[in-house]
């Protein structure tokens, strides 16, 4: 992972994401994270003051490529039916080769 500090602790949810969008977010070009609107993720959302860390990972089987971001809002699209998570910025990620976008 690489090096944070970390002076504020923040709530935590962690979830799984495709390999395409893990490699946008820790290039920096995707900053908004989409989920559908479901009671599944409007509990979840519920239980997490802002901001709050959101912990992506891509796989099941170790060492899996990960990537935690902080979230710093959340709006609803009804016409889509999906939460948007604004990414403020990514914290850390691991398993990553960020020069040749693929995992180590």
């Known amino acids: 992972m690489t ?10 949810i962690t979830t799984t994401i495709e390999r ?10 995707k900053k908004i994270e ?17 901001p709050f860390e959101l912990r992506l990972l891509n796989g099941m089987n ?3 490529p990960e990537v935690t ?3 710093h809002r959340i709006t ?7 939460y948007r998570l604004h990414i ?3 914290l850390g990620f691991k398993h990553w ?8």
């Open 69 to 71: 971001v902080l979230i």
């Open 97 to 104: 080769d960020k020069r040749r976008q693929k995992p180590r």
């Open 34 to 50: 989409y989920r559908q609107i479901k009671p599944y993720w409007t509990k979840r959302f519920a239980k997490v003051s802002m």
């Open 3 to 12: 090096s944070r500090l970390r002076t504020a602790r923040y709530d935590r």
């Open 62 to 64: 170790p060492p899996v």
């Open 88 to 90: 403020r910025k990514v």
């Open 20 to 29: 395409q969008w893990l490699a946008e977010i820790i290039a920096g070009t």
């Open 76 to 82: 609803k699209d009804r016409r889509a039916g999906e």
